[in-house]
């Protein structure tokens, strides 16, 4: 894994939950991290929980590289200008750009039939078109880098739609097939595309309650551990697509 050392990664999303969990095992591992938010208040929490990891990480003695540095920024990944002014920021801050991240992803369950055409459109423009976003600002610098990762956090329920999900189905799904394609426009550049499949996770995704009950659940860190894997995995091979769901789910 020291061989990440030294990189810089964008990952979008990066305040809470999964996104956080990916941002912080790369600054364990030496790589520079530029998160997004929603809020600046989610910015703050970003930072704090953040240097908490980067000084334990500091603190051990088994570790071969210093941590990493981290910067979070407010940037709607809907908003194609805000987006550009991240990449550029983690390009300013840490010299180029090597692993994107798409991360940030909204849910919206409800029937289609009681769902708003404003509802359909923030869920598919957050978790498809931010994606297309973040990959057309941040391809120039990777190809620039000469390679690097692009990892999509897509789910299982792209490939099992469910009642009530209409909207976040359709958009992992196409999420999906927009990793397939992409993945090969840029192999030829050196750019790894891949995208990781959660099965639940015990995050707050979604506003439901994650207190006692949750614990069959994927944590944040399992998926983390996925990207870590993909990264470092060796070049003259791609695992384009990884599932990942739990051992024991809940038994209906």
């Known amino acids: 894994m020291t061989g990440i050392s030294g990189k810089v990664a964008l990952v979008t999303g990066g305040s809470r939950g999964i996104g956080l969990a990916i941002a912080s095992a790369f600054v364990a591992r030496g790589v520079d991290v530029l998160a997004t938010a929603r809020t600046d208040t989610h910015v703050g929490q970003a930072r704090d ?36 002014r991240a990449v550029a920021r983690a390009v300013d801050l840490f010299g180029g750009l090597d692993i994107l991240v798409n991360n940030a992803g909204i849910g919206g369950f409800s029937e289609v039939a009681e769902q708003t055409p404003e509802q359909w459109r923030t869920v598919i423009d957050t978790n498809l078109t931010g994606v297309f976003n973040c990959c057309h600002a941040a391809i120039p610098h990777l190809r620039a880098r000469g390679g690097g990762w692009i990892i999509n956090v897509s789910s ?17 799904s196409g999420l999906n097939a927009f990793s397939e394609a992409l993945m090969q426009e840029v192999r ?10 959660p099965g639940s996770v015990h995050t707050d995704f979604g506003g439901t309650d994650q207190g006692t009950g949750s614990d069959w659940k994927l944590a944040p860190d399992d998926v983390a551990q996925v990207v870590l894997d993909l990264v470092a995995h060796d070049s003259r091979s791609l695992p384009s697509r990884v599932e ?9």
């Open 188 to 197: 030829y550049d050196g750019i790894r595309v891949s995208y990781v499949l």
């Open 49 to 84: 929980a953040v240097s908490g990891v980067a000084r334990a990480s500091s603190l051990r003695t088994d570790e071969r590289q210093a941590p990493g540095r981290f910067e979070c920024v407010v940037a709607d990944v809907r908003d194609y200008a805000a987006v550009g």
């Open 244 to 252: 990942i769901r739990p051992s024991k789910p809940r038994k209906r």
């Open 156 to 172: 299982l329920a792209g490939k099992n739609p469910f009642a009530g999900g209409a909207s976040y189905c359709a958009s992992k």
